[in-house]
């Protein structure tokens, strides 16, 4: 092997060492080797969440916006799935007629109940709710809502019909107000 060969395994050597002893130390620090960061955290866990003006946040609001959050994506994928279906059904050669334009009418009432979801959704909040998820399907509404302290009054669940009537027109024994 020659000189100039071994020079550079020598320091291609010593920069994987140097490499990996950093990573060792910056892995295996201590709350203590960050110096005053430390002290503006401790005696905190990690993972417990605080607000932004330092209140802690001891409430269950994080899991019941992912329980909606993770709603209206089921929903959201539920629905694309089936448009998906539906474009092939149009764009296949062998479809009947009827069965296109049956199709276009699936895709037609997708996309509506898509819009009288979202509207429903954004007045039940704009009625006191914090958090709403509404699915429209042919045997009717289903509207969860996040619960409340008082929990869900006679006068709410009202509300939340008249709003549901109104933009979808389904009959009142149709609708069914959950709370999470």
């Known amino acids: 092997m020659s000189i100039k060969k ?4 020598i320091a291609v050597v010593s920069l994987m060492l140097c490499v990996a002893v950093y990573l060792n130390w910056s892995y295996t620090r201590t709350p203590d080797d960050f110096g005053a960061a430390a002290d503006l955290d401790a005696g905190k866990t990690l993972g417990e969440a605080t607000l932004v003006d330092g209140v802690e946040d001891t409430s269950d609001t994080a899991g019941k916006a992912d329980y909606f ?16 279906i539906l474009k092939e059904i149009t764009a296949n050669e062998k479809s009947t007629p009827a069965a296109i334009e049956k199709a276009n009418g699936d895709i037609a009432s997708l996309a509506a109940n898509a819009v009288r979801e979202a509207r429903i959704e954004n007045l039940v909040k704009a009625k006191g709710f914090d958090e709403c998820v509404t699915f429209i ?14 929990g869900l009054k006679a006068a709410d669940t009202a509300k939340i ?3 549901v009537i109104d933009e ?5 024994d149709k609708i069914k107000i959950s709370e999470v």
């Open 137 to 150: 399907n042919e045997t009717g509404v289903n509207v969860i809502v996040n619960k409340t302290e008082a």
């Open 69 to 84: 959050a993770e709603a209206r994506l089921s929903r959201q994928k539920a629905r694309d799935e089936s448009a998906k």
């Open 168 to 172: 979808t027109k389904v009959k009142a």
């Open 6 to 9: 071994r020079g550079a395994v």
């Open 161 to 163: 019909k008249d709003i």
